[in-house]
């Protein structure tokens, strides 16, 4: 199966910047279609954004919609998650996950088959 592993997490400042990436191993990553996901302690896992194959479409969440972009190199065979302007609220593990081949952008975790194990963002106030 498609094997994912999520790295660039750790603490910052507010309106500091982060850059998560997610490496992709055991499948064809090209054809997937790609997002991120985060959870905070006691919430549910929410989507923030995704990168398709087919057409290129992306597609965020309006809590990070112009400070958020998502992002992908198939020769790495990696997805990245650039995160500017951070807020105290986007504090989260947040994970890496993948879709059949072809498939749109769905925003439900069970549209998802594969995850990673999650890096966690903490930003501070």
């Known amino acids: 199966q498609v094997q994912l592993a999520e790295s660039g997490g750790g603490l910052v400042q507010a309106e500091g910047s982060l850059r998560l990436s997610c490496a992709a191993s055991?499948?064809?990553?090209?054809?997937?279609?790609m997002a991120w996901f985060r959870q905070a302690p006691g919430k549910e896992r929410e989507f923030v954004a995704g990168v398709t194959w087919s057409d290129g479409s992306t597609d965020y969440a309006d809590s990070v919609k112009g400070r958020f972009t998502i992002s992908r190199v198939d020769a790495r065979n990696t997805v990245y998650l650039q995160m500017n302007s951070l807020k105290p609220e986007d504090t989260a593990v947040y994970f890496c996950a993948a879709r059949p081949p072809l498939q749109p952008i769905r925003t439900r975790p069970n549209d998802y088959a594969y995850w990673g194990q999650g890096t966690q963002v903490t930003v501070s106030s």
């Open positions: 055991g499948g064809t990553f090209s054809m997937r279609t």
